[in-house]
């Protein structure tokens, strides 16, 4: 599809907009982080089971803590956990994504059956295995999401890498002599990068969704961490009492951010490669 | 390439995945810091020396993890999975009782988020930049971006708390025997999950119909089909239907992943008693072939789902039939 003059500005301008947002929620949760007052999180920091009002924006909870700044310091949680884990994913990708492509058929035989393997058990499951296996804990979250996102993008990476590996600068780089490693880590890993980057951006959010579902169920951080899903697992009891605000805040912040960091994966996949989304 | 032969091909494929599966979750949990005797006696029981020397021995904790493997992989080849540490029943009766659960639970959210979904993403696609459009395409953004068991809460909160209608959880009335509970009931117990996951179902598949039919109706071949004098109703039968349904229904094949997943989240939400909230428990609480056999169960799932992919995709689409 030809991008008409008229277009890219405007998809320039909608990139630019949604980092924005990204970037004022990022600083407002960061910023809540380091200025809300930690004692707010401890029982009987307000009433207990009061409804949001002006004191409490979202309310307190059964013990009386505040529940605005339990969940902006769940998302700041949800935040790092998440750009710790796509990173993590992301560079799996990239790692096995070009070794497939590159490295003869014995590889990529042996990295598709990889693929094949990860992408066969439900996404959910296998990280719950491998956070039972890690033993829960911070550890077991990092290691359950990073270890079972990266598959997609790595079969883009590998279908991106197979088009450009029959290249003439990379025959000449190799008729020159220059080593395997050499080609893929100087040569064609910068080529991807724009492709990492969408790929990056745009597992961020399920990542974040997966860290707040694996909390919510139970594996991860102990009961006192103010993460998303802990506060939804922990206001579920209290729900049928009546207290909605403890179920609806957590959850339409963490939809928010989600959102935020969904449109602007979008926008830089539709500027980057405008043929891939039809705006 | 001949049916039998594929379908050799296929079941090579599902034995080369499950035992890719079995080994992998095996290494795991194998190499996992929880002592499988103490998850079984319960973490307050003492145990002498000795006894739990023995126990090992009786257990087989006491050979090599290939050996182990081997024991446990040849077992699970005549039907047996093991016994359930939570349960002290058979994994395999565990499974039994809870899978009719959770595939009634997953049948109805994926028919009615399937049928649903294509059809928004054909109406979206057609009034394309109209406002149904606008609202189609706000409803999948926003659902792709909602947490499954939040959504679950939020229809508790509302259904069950503020309107009445549905009972806060479990398959059945509170202290009914389970065969007790008449259809009514079970039904009255069913419709919060099952609404969940279709909703959550929705999004992805109408997104998709909408890209796929807005593709058909901006090609050639409809430009000219126009040009005939085809109204649209008719463009839509005899073009835009053709060519969007082998993908969406291929799609909706694939869901099978997302699909268990998500319905972990909704039963546990809801204490429904499927598989899922049963996974939960089962990792949990420590009970190594309860989770093992759910693991193996849900990879055979999705399998047949993209295999069934396959094939339907190969029925409905005469160029994939010619290429295989």
């Known amino acids: 599809m030809t991008v008409s003059a008229a277009r890219r500005p405007r998809g320039r301008r909608d990139l630019l907009v949604s980092l924005a947002v990204v970037v004022v929620v990022v600083a407002c949760v960061v910023a809540g982080g380091l200025l809300l007052d930690p004692a707010q999180i401890r029982p009987n920091a307000g009433p207990p089971s009061s409804p949001p009002g002006l004191r409490h924006l979202f309310g307190t909870d059964h013990l009386g803590r505040d529940m605005f700044t339990r969940t902006v310091h769940g998302l700041g949680l949800s935040l790092a956990i998440g750009v710790l884990t796509a990173a993590v994913g992301t560079v799996i990708s990239a790692v096995l994504g070009v070794c497939a492509a590159l490295f003869g058929r014995w590889v990529d035989g042996l990295i598709s059956w990889i693929i094949d393997l990860a992408i066969g058990i439900p996404h959910l499951i296998f990280m719950i295995l491998l956070a039972f296996v890690v033993g829960g804990g911070v550890p077991g979250i990092v290691l359950g999401i990073a270890l079972t996102h990266w598959m997609s993008l790595a079969l883009l990476v590998r279908a991106d890498v197979r088009q450009i590996r029959g290249a003439e600068f990379l025959l000449v780089s190799r008729g020159l002599g220059r080593s395997p490693l050499f080609i893929a880590w100087r040569q064609v890993t910068p080529l991807i990068l724009p492709q990492l980057l969408v790929g990056f951006v745009l597992m961020f959010p399920h990542v974040i969704l997966h860290e707040a579902a694996l909390t919510f169920l139970g594996f991860g951080f102990s009961p006192q961490t103010p993460a998303i899903g802990i506060l939804l697992s922990e206001g579920m009891p209290h729900i049928s009492s009546g207290m ?32 891939t989304a039809h705006a | 390439m001949a049916l039998g032969e594929l379908t050799v091909l296929r079941l090579l494929r599902l034995a080369t995945l499950l035992a890719g599966v079995s080994a992998l979750a095996f290494t795991l949990v194998h190499a996992s810091p929880i002592d499988p005797i103490q998850a079984y006696v319960g973490a307050d029981v003492g145990l002498t020396d000795e006894q739990y020397t023995r126990l090992r021995e009786h257990w ?3 050979r090599s993890p290939v050996e182990q493997y081997l024991a446990w992989a040849g077992s699970i080849l005549q039907g047996d999975l093991g ?35 294509y059809a928004l993403g054909v109406v979206a696609a057609t009034r394309r930049g109209r406002f149904v459009d606008r609202v189609v395409s706000w409803y999948s953004y926003t659902l792709s971006a909602t947490p499954t068991f939040w959504l679950g809460i939020v229809f508790l909160v509302v259904f069950s708390v503020w309107l009445g209608w549905f009972p806060v959880g479990l398959a059945g009335p509170y202290g009914v025997p389970s065969d007790e509970v008449g259809f009514t009931a079970r039904v009255h117990h069913f419709v919060l999950p099952a609404l969940t996951l279709s909703a959550v179902g929705v999004a992805n598949i109408a997104m998709h119909t909408r890209e796929k039919m807005t ?39 694939a869901y099978f992943s997302e699909l268990f997943g998500g319905s972990v989240l909704a039963e546990t939400v809801f204490s429904y008693p499927g598989l899922g909230s049963t996974l939960t428990e089962a990792a949990l609480g420590g009970d190594v072939p309860l989770l093992l056999g759910i693991v193996l169960i849900s990879a055979v799932f999705v399998f047949a789902g993209n295999t069934i992919a396959d094939v339907v995709n190969a029925a409905l689409d005469p160029r994939v039939r010619s290429r295989t």
């Open chain 2, 83 to 117: 016994v359930s540490t939570l349960y002290k029943v058979p994994v395999s009766d565990v499974i039994a009782t809870r899978f009719g659960a959770s595939l009634a639970l997953m049948g109805v959210a994926w028919l009615s988020s399937g049928v649903l979904g």
């Open chain 2, 60 to 62: 087989g904790l006491d």
């Open chain 1, 244 to 275: 909605w605000w403890l179920a609806v805040f957590p959850g339409v912040t963490l939809l928010l951010v989600v959102l935020a960091v969904a449109r602007l994966g979008d926008r830089i996949r539709t500027v980057l490669d405008p043929a």
């Open chain 2, 215 to 253: 593709d058909v109706l901006n090609s050639d071949y409809v430009a000219f089909a126009r040009a005939r004098g085809e109204s649209p109703g008719q463009i839509l039968r005899n073009h835009g239907f053709r060519n969007s349904a082998a993908p969406a229904v291929t799609l909706q094949f």
